[in-house]
């Protein structure tokens, strides 16, 4: 019953994962820029879990904001009590450069053209990219729609984009990285995966709903020159479980470094706790 106890638990306590990643080729102007990423909300009608990441947005500052789909759930409220619950969460914080929020495949194309209309800073990046400030070399991001049903189109999105460019993309899932890598990106954030939502001692993930290997289903991992970053989540599907996955926004700081690595390290919200 305990460990029974312990996993329901879980699933309903944020954290926060901070990462700093270090580039050798990235724009001095960029050291120190700060990133917030989270996916994967996957609203129902009850969401005080929800609520607590409202509460970290609104004590945090960033330079970017990164959503990775699946605000909505198949299971979810009403389209309108939906809008409510994401309009606030983005409401919540003004990152300097705006939020940014890419389609998932739980999410509808409707509820995403209503939730950032009116709402100057909050972009729907679907296939396509912005550049980011005027530092030389430029710096850009692309956003792609979900590549898990494959509709996105990473070569329309990158078409614009210099070759000297430091490239970041923001996809729902890390079935993009083969791509991405074939075309010079330097960073990918992504989620879908739940970090496999269950992950049992010395197996790890037990399920991602994705084609690529399970080492991209959580964390960073690298193909190639290319980093991808997965967070494993806000929300739930199926089964209100998780384990040794618990739900997570991630900081993610880029530092101008003399090699590519990355510094991690986790800590509760505290006090902010319930279950999307």
């Known amino acids: 019953m305990s460990y029974l106890m312990r996993v329901l638990g879980e699933a309903g306590r944020l954290k926060e994962r901070r990462v700093v990643l ?3 080729v990235l724009p001095s102007e960029f050291d120190g820029f700060r990133i917030c990423l ?5 609203l129902k009608k009850h969401a005080p879990l929800f609520d607590a990441l409202r509460a970290y947005l609104k004590d945090n500052t ?6 990775a789909g699946d605000i909505q759930d198949r299971s979810g409220p009403k389209m309108e009590t939906s809008l409510a619950l994401a309009r606030g969460l983005f409401d919540a914080t003004r990152p300097r450069f705006g939020w940014y929020i890419v389609r998932g495949n739980n999410d509808r194309r409707r509820f995403l053209r209503r939730l950032v209309a009116g709402r100057p800073g ?3 990046l679907d296939n396509r990219s912005v550049r980011l400030g005027r530092s030389s070399p430029p710096v850009y991001l692309a956003g792609v729609d ?5 509709w996105h189109d990473l070569d329309a999105a990158l078409a614009d984009v210099p070759d000297d460019a430091f490239k970041i993309l923001l996809a729902h899932s890390p079935e993009i990285v083969h ?6 990106v330097r960073l990918v954030l992504c989620g879908h995966t739940h970090g496999g939502q269950i992950r049992l001692p010395g197996v790890g993930a037990m399920f991602t709903e994705s084609r690529v290997s399970r080492k991209h289903s959580w964390g960073l991992s690298r193909k190639r020159g ?3 970053f997965t967070t494993c989540g806000v929300g739930w599907t199926m089964i209100p479980l998780r384990l040794k996955c618990p739900p997570e926004v991630v900081s993610i700081t880029l530092r101008r470094g003399d090699a590519p690595h990355v510094d991690s390290s986790v800590q509760s919200c505290a006090g902010r706790q319930g279950m999307i």
């Open 179 to 184: 791509d991405a890598a074939r075309l010079g």
């Open 122 to 124: 909050v972009t729907v």
């Open 146 to 150: 979900d590549p898990h049903h494959l």
């Open 38 to 42: 989270f996916s994967d909300l996957h």
């Open 62 to 67: 960033f330079d970017l904001g990164c959503c």
């Open 226 to 228: 290319t980093l991808l």
């Open 22 to 24: 270090r580039f050798p």
